[in-house]
Every structure is written in structure tokens, then in C-alpha cells.
């Protein structure tokens, strides 16, 4: 079975860092891994995704500079630090990779801007 957790979450001021985690399991770890994000009433959007490699990462123009993705194939993790967090960074935060078109979602990680 499938599964993505997310991790790491929370309340931050302005300024703070916070770093995601997202561990898979039920799956080879071998694919493109991508954090997305949602904020309310607003449409999920891809924030980055790193290659199969972790040797290619894309960002979106708003994170660019500030967020960093990784990944740990031995540990089966992908993560997000996050830093010089702004209030329009505050959404939850998913992991997700597609496979043959299917797209796979973690539960999502709750992630509070504010001061």
C-alpha cells in the first residue's frame, strides 16, 4: 500500500524556517517527488519538485531562493526547508509523485505564517 506521510509542520513567525518531511512507503522511492501546497480558497499549487536523482529541482517564482528541496533515497524521504517564511507561504503542504498518470497525495502538513 501506498503511503505518504508529511511531517513537520506548524506555527511560525515571519522570518522563521520550518523543514517538511515526507517519508514514502509501499513504493520503490525512484520517482520525481514534489511538494505542493494549498491555501484556503485558493487552487493547490506545485511549490517544487526534485528529479529522480535529486540532481534537477524546479521551484515555483514564489519560493524561489527561500525553499529548498532534497531528498534521501535510503531513507525513503523528501524534504522542504523553508526559510524567510512570509504569511502568504501559510497553506498545507503535500508530498506527491504520479505514477503512470495517477497521482499519489501524503495527508498534508499544516503550515501557520503569522505573528
Known amino acids: 500500500q501506498v503511503q505518504l506521510v508529511e511531517s513537520g509542520g506548524g506555527l511560525v513567525q515571519p522570518g522563521g524556517s520550518l523543514r517538511l518531511s515526507c517519508v514514502g512507503s509501499g513504493f520503490s522511492f525512484d520517482y520525481r517527488m514534489s511538494w505542493y501546497r494549498q491555501a484556503p480558497g485558493k487552487e493547490r499549487e506545485l511549490v517544487a519538485d526534485?528529479?529522480?536523482?535529486?540532481?534537477?529541482?524546479k521551484y515555483a517564482d514564489s519560493v524561489k531562493g527561500r525553499f529548498t528541496i532534497s531528498r534521501d533515497d535510503a531513507k525513503n524521504t523528501v524534504w522542504l526547508q523553508m526559510n524567510s517564511l512570509k504569511p502568504e507561504d501559510t497553506a498545507v503542504y503535500y508530498c506527491?509523485?504520479?505514477?503512470?498518470?495517477?497521482?499519489?497525495w501524503g495527508q498534508g502538513t499544516q503550515v501557520t505564517v503569522s505573528s
Open positions: 526534485i528529479d529522480r536523482t535529486g540532481g534537477s529541482t
Open positions: 506527491n509523485f504520479r505514477e503512470f498518470g495517477y497521482d499519489y
